[in-house]
């Protein structure tokens, strides 16, 4: 299994920045992609953004030109860095990994436990 260790996260004021941080643990052969999602009281879970290695990231349209995603390969991290954050980016945001845990294995989905921004005006 995988575990997903998040911090980074608290209280801003509109138009400041946040960075998160997520690191990956456990039993597996390689990574596939790591990311984050997040969601907000009252909606579903949306992808923010993730980085497929080795290194290709997607966005989200509503983040695309605010945050930053980089993944460090070798340490099995990935980073977020918020900035000009709005109140509609206040939310749980979830580290995430695609990952096989034996060769030849599927890929699987692993969550972190999620850690909270909170965006004021």
């Known amino acids: 299994q995988v575990q997903l260790v998040e911090s980074g996260g608290g209280s801003v004021q509109a138009g400041g920045s946040l960075t998160l941080s997520c690191a990956a643990s456990?039993?597996?052969?390689?990574?596939?992609?790591m990311g984050w999602f997040r969601q907000a009281p009252g909606k579903e879970r949306e992808l923010v953004a993730e980085?497929?290695?080795?290194?290709?990231?997607h966005y989200s349209d509503s983040v695309q030109e605010r945050f930053s995603i980089a993944g460090d390969n070798a340490k099995n991290t990935v980073s977020l860095q918020m900035n000009s954050l709005n109140v509609e980016d206040t939310a749980v945001y979830y580290c995430?990994?695609?990952?096989?845990?034996?060769?030849?294995?599927?890929?699987?989905?692993?969550w972190g436990q999620g850690t909270q921004v909170t965006v004021s005006s």
């Open positions: 995430n990994t695609i990952a096989r845990t034996r060769i030849g294995g599927p890929n699987i989905r692993f």
């Open positions: 456990g039993r597996f052969v390689t990574i596939v992609s």
């Open positions: 980085i497929s290695r080795p290194a290709t990231t």
